[in-house]
């Protein structure tokens, strides 16, 4: 059974830009959660959708914004991108939901120069 | 607000010795809780959970321990092998379903 992926594995973007990154769940896994990773903050949750709906939401500004689709993929947006943007954005999927046993993709890494 | 933090940032070991990483977590209302394992250039993998009403589980190699008295989580490996080499998160997840990774610990396994 394949892992979830993520695309694509590194993107270099400038200030003021907008990035879309995807995300594809293990299969038949109906939860995708989405998280910033830094070595500042850490692991920070940004949302987590469930058969296409947010179901819950980090503390991140409005810049930040995803969406899931009804085969349970899923993208997230960073409009107006900032240097502080510049980040590992990890994704993870679950069976049922929620944030136990996530299983985590590789990651994209962005960087905002 | 809710923090769950790593007593030590790196843990240096031996080859076959045991590992004992710790982990403090600041919200009594957690009620489940996961270690996680990151190599390089790889997302998190989960290890082993345990939940609130438990206060030890063992998974292969691997044994988690909660203190829920002082608030304190602990992943035990044994017999660390190069393998195990990674930086270790614990998680909890607090009572807005969200879950809040610690800052997490590098584990170096010398040969």
């Known amino acids: 059974k394949a892992g979830v992926t993520q695309t694509p594995r590194y993107l270099i973007k400038t200030r003021g830009q907008q990035v879309t990154l995807s995300c594809s769940p293990i299969?038949?896994?109906?939860?995708v959660s989405w998280y910033q990773q830094t070595p500042g903050q850490g692991l920070q949750f940004l949302f987590e959708?469930?058969?296409?709906?947010?179901?819950n939401k980090g503390n991140f500004p409005g810049r930040f914004s995803g969406r899931q689709f009804s085969n349970s993929r899923s993208e997230m947006n960073v409009s107006t991108l900032e240097l502080g943007d510049s980040a590992l954005y990890l994704c993870a999927s679950s069976l049922e939901g929620g944030q136990e046993k996530l299983f985590f993709g590789s990651g994209t890494q962005l960087s905002v120069l | 607000g809710e923090s769950v933090g790593l007593h030590l940032p790196t843990l240096s070991v031996q080859e076959g010795d045991n590992s004992i990483i710790n982990c403090a977590y600041s919200?009594?209302?957690?009620?489940?809780f996961i270690w996680y394992k990151q190599e390089s250039g790889k997302g998190p993998q989960f290890i082993i959970d345990?939940?609130?009403?438990?206060d030890k589980r063992q998974g292969q190699r691997v044994t988690v321990l909660l203190n829920k008295t002082v608030k304190h989580l602990s992943l035990q490996i044994a017999a660390t092998q190069p393998g195990d080499s990674a930086v270790y998160f614990c998680a909890e997840t607090g009572a807005t379903n969200k879950l809040i990774f610690g800052t997490g610990t590098l584990l170096a396994v010398q040969p």
């Open positions: 345990i939940r609130s009403n438990m």
């Open positions: 959708y469930f058969s296409e709906t947010q179901r």
């Open positions: 299969s038949g896994h109906r939860s």
């Open positions: 919200n009594s209302a957690s009620d489940y």
